[in-house]
T-cell receptor, first 111, second 114 residues
Framework: KQEVTQIPAALSVPEGENLVLNCSFT??????LQWFRQDPGKGLTSLLL?????REQTSGRLNASLDKSSGRSTLYIAASQPGDSATYLC??????????FGRGTSLIVHP | DTGVSQNPRHKITKRGQNVTFRCDPI?????LYWYRQTLGQGPEFLTY????????KSRLLSDRFSAERPKGSFSTLEIQRTEQGDSAMYLC????????????FGPGTRLTVL
């Protein structure tokens, strides 16, 4: 059974810092890994998706990497802003297409 | 196309009542997923449709839960004889087979069982 762990559970940083959020998964036979952002009481917004054959994806200030052999993915946020404050979730999808989510990292960026 | 929509956005019901939620996916998406999320947790998978076929169902989904996608478009999730433990956010997502298969989520339905 796939298990996904996200570290840290919570993070508070001043504006402008570069951040790394970690996601680890126990079964390396994944189809893809997707990062999401969730604002309080809202649905999830897709940020980046990395296919199993890829090593990284970039969108604006966000960069996500994938290392299947070690069972890890990282989300790098450059030059953080208060508007980045949210919970960040990763989901690893196996061959059955069923995603397993981590519990998320709650991020606060203060001015 | 305005994305995935869910109705209602909020539902308050008394224990023992039946509730039904609706999800309208992005129109060209053939895959549809239902999840349940409680405070401080990531979404938990409930069930998955490809077109009108229900291909996967979590063992978390008791006999009181049923989902349909009759024409491969919108989907409904029904909970019978609700219990206080059913209180949660119910999320729907859709994706398109092929390409990147990125999941797009709706805003969710917040269920409170009194």
């Amino acid at each position: 059974k796939q298990e996904v762990t996200q570290i840290p559970a919570a993070l508070s940083v001043p504006e402008g810092e570069n951040l790394v959020l970690n996601c680890s998964f126990t079964d390396s036979a994944i189809y893809n890994l997707q990062w999401f952002r969730q604002d309080p009481g809202k649905g999830l917004t897709s940020l980046l998706l990395i296919q199993s054959s890829q090593r990284e994806q970039t969108s604006g200030r966000l960069n996500a990497s994938l290392d299947k052999s070690s069972g890890r993915s990282t989300l790098y946020i450059a030059a953080s802003q208060p508007g980045d404050s949210a919970t960040y979730l990763c989901a690893a999808r196996g061959g059955s297409y069923i995603p397993t989510f981590g519990r998320g990292t709650s991020l606060i960026v203060h001015p | 196309d305005t994305g995935v929509s869910q109705n209602p956005r909020h539902k308050i019901t008394k224990r023992g009542q039946n509730v039904t939620f609706r999800c309208d996916p992005i129109s060209e998406h053939n895959r549809l997923y239902w999840y349940r999320q409680t405070l401080g947790q990531g979404p938990e998978f409930l069930t998955y449709f490809q077109n009108e076929a229900q291909l996967e169902k979590s063992r978390l989904l008791s006999d009181r839960f049923s989902a349909e996608r009759p024409k491969g478009s919108f989907s409904t999730l029904e909970i019978q004889r609700t219990e206080q433990g059913d209180s949660a956010m119910y999320l729907c997502a859709s994706s398109s087979e092929g390409s990147t298969d990125t999941q797009y989520f709706g805003p969710g339905t917040r269920l409170t069982v009194l």
